[in-house]
């Protein structure tokens, strides 16, 4: 499969702060990425996807003001939480995918206090 | 949308047993049906995948089958080990890459020594 990098793998930040989650694809080209999240003990939620050079969509309920996707290269997205509430605190993580196949990040764990 | 349902929500077999995860989906567009693991703290990890063109697929130890008509799919690990402890999901998509994938809500497998 591919290698898929995510920074930071944690963070810890306090709330009212903005934080950025980098995701890389390594070695695979992705022309779509996507963006789950993922709550204690519970499964992957889809929050968004996005195509290179193209504005993410967001699924229902997930605020795209609140959490900004770039998607500016194949190799490379970006997830950005801002003004974080305690209620953001989850795994995030990415998922780049191409034509047949999707592949995941190793997640970035989030805790706002 | 999609639903996907999977079951057991945990499954404890002892060590050499076989252990079997059942999933079932409601939108008949869906043909790519990709098995997941996850440990602890990291993302998921495909393990095993099939589209609706096939009704079987086995790697080593671990195999999945298709019912198109039932729409249901199933995870079979034979000869189970410690380290297949995880949870592990089923998800399912209308195909490739331009669609997210549907997650079940888990099944945490537990292999007893």
């Known amino acids: 499969g591919a290698v898929v990098s995510q920074h930071p793998s944690r963070v810890i930040c306090k709330s009212g702060t903005s934080v950025k989650i980098e995701c890389r694809s390594l070695?695979?080209?992705?022309?779509?990425m996507f963006w789950y999240r993922q709550f204690p003990k519970k499964s992957l939620m889809l929050m968004a996807t996005?195509?290179?050079?193209?504005?993410?969509?967001?699924e229902q309920g997930v605020e795209k003001d609140k959490f900004l996707i770039n998607h500016a290269s194949l190799t490379l997205s970006t997830l950005t939480v801002t003004s974080a509430h305690p209620e953001d605190s989850s795994f995030y993580i990415c998922?780049?995918?191409?034509?047949?196949?999707?592949?995941f990040g190793p997640g970035t764990r989030l805790t706002v206090l | 949308g999609e639903n996907v349902e999977q079951h057991p929500s945990t499954l404890s077999v002892q060590e050499g047993d076989s252990a079997v995860i059942k999933c079932t989906y409601s939108?008949?567009?869906?043909?790519?049906f990709p098995w997941y693991k996850q440990e602890l703290g990291k993302g998921p990890q495909l393990i095993i995948d099939?589209?609706?063109?096939?009704g079987e697929k086995k790697d080593q130890r671990i195999a999945v089958t298709l019912n198109k008509t039932a729409k249901h799919f199933s995870l079979h690990i034979t000869e189970t080990q410690p380290e297949d402890s995880a949870v592990y999901f089923c998800?399912?998509?209308?195909?490739?890459?331009?669609?997210?994938?549907?997650f079940g809500k888990g099944t945490h497998l537990i292999i007893q020594p």
């Open positions: 998922s780049p995918s191409g034509a047949y196949e999707q592949f």
């Open positions: 070695d695979f080209q992705a022309t779509t």
């Open positions: 996005s195509n290179e050079g193209s504005k993410a969509t967001y």
């Open positions: 939108d008949s567009a869906s043909n790519y």
């Open positions: 099939i589209r609706s063109n096939v």
């Open positions: 998800a399912a998509s209308k195909g490739g890459g331009a669609d997210g994938l549907t």
